[in-house]
């Protein structure tokens, strides 16, 4: 794939470019074991597979983690020291957001840093991602790394500056199933967010459908074989193998 160019325009686009930036040391440390999922990989597809409507902004950065491939236990300390050490702080949300990261940038922005796993890759509830870190539960993330990691050369650029990325995404029917699962599921307890995913899903599946490269069909026959591989994959999510608590 040829390197995606997205326009840096707003106050929002410069914090995600410089945490980015922080972050590489964490993709590079986590390699075939995290994802970016959530409102920026939905950004990122359709601006590599567009389908002729603006992709929606989005100022944070949701990780998916995969805490099997990782072998994290409950007296694991992996991702928080990872994290705290290139300057993302545990507690960046509300109370009760013990998921959620952030780290303060030029004048006074904060990134924030939300942290997910496979559905049932915890027995814990909230979800374990390691001692003494919650998570939140990711559907479809399960299937999503069953896919793999799709490694996507990104230039942001800024009045003539670029910024280059290689970053960690899921297969574009993979981002298709992500946003499929959280639609259906009804997690999302705000109207506006539901609408948002709705939308999300049906971009990505619309961008799949388009896309000329068929080599993002799912390995197995048991998620289908339509084009992409969508014709059954978000009714056939596999779980993740239970983990320790």
């Known amino acids: 794939m040829d390197r995606i160019l997205v326009g840096t325009t707003t106050k929002a686009d410069r914090l995600l470019v410089a945490g980015l930036v922080d972050l590489q040391p964490v993709f590079n440390a986590l390699q075939g074991s995290v994802l970016i999922v959530g409102g920026l990989m939905t950004r990122l597809w359709l601006h590599a597979q567009p389908i002729g409507l603006p992709a929606r902004a989005t100022a944070d950065v949701d990780l998916g983690i995969d805490r099997k491939r990782l072998q994290l236990a409950a007296t694991s300390k992996v991702i928080r020291p990872l994290l705290e050490k290139h300057g993302f702080d545990a507690g960046g949300g509300q109370p009760g957001e013990p998921f959620r990261f952030s780290k303060e940038f030029t004048g006074g922005q904060k990134l924030l840093v939300d942290l997910l796993i496979a559905s049932g890759a915890s027995r814990s509830e909230p979800p374990l991602l390691e001692k003494d870190l919650t998570s939140l539960a990711a559907p479809g993330l399960a299937y999503a790394f069953l896919r793999g990691v799709y490694v996507m050369p990104v230039d942001f650029f800024d009045d003539g500056e670029i910024s ?21 599921s009804g997690m999302r307890s705000r109207a506006d967010r539901r609408r948002t995913d709705t939308v999300d899903a049906m971009s990505l599946a619309a961008s799949c459908l388009d896309r000329p490269d068929r080599s993002s069909r799912p390995p197995s026959a048991r998620y289908g074989h339509s084009r992409c591989g969508l014709s059954r994959s978000w009714n056939r999510e596999p779980d993740a193998s239970p983990q320790p608590p």
């Open 164 to 184: 280059g990325f290689d970053l960690p995404l899921p297969h574009l029917d993979a981002a298709f199933v992500m946003k499929a699962e959280l639609t259906r």
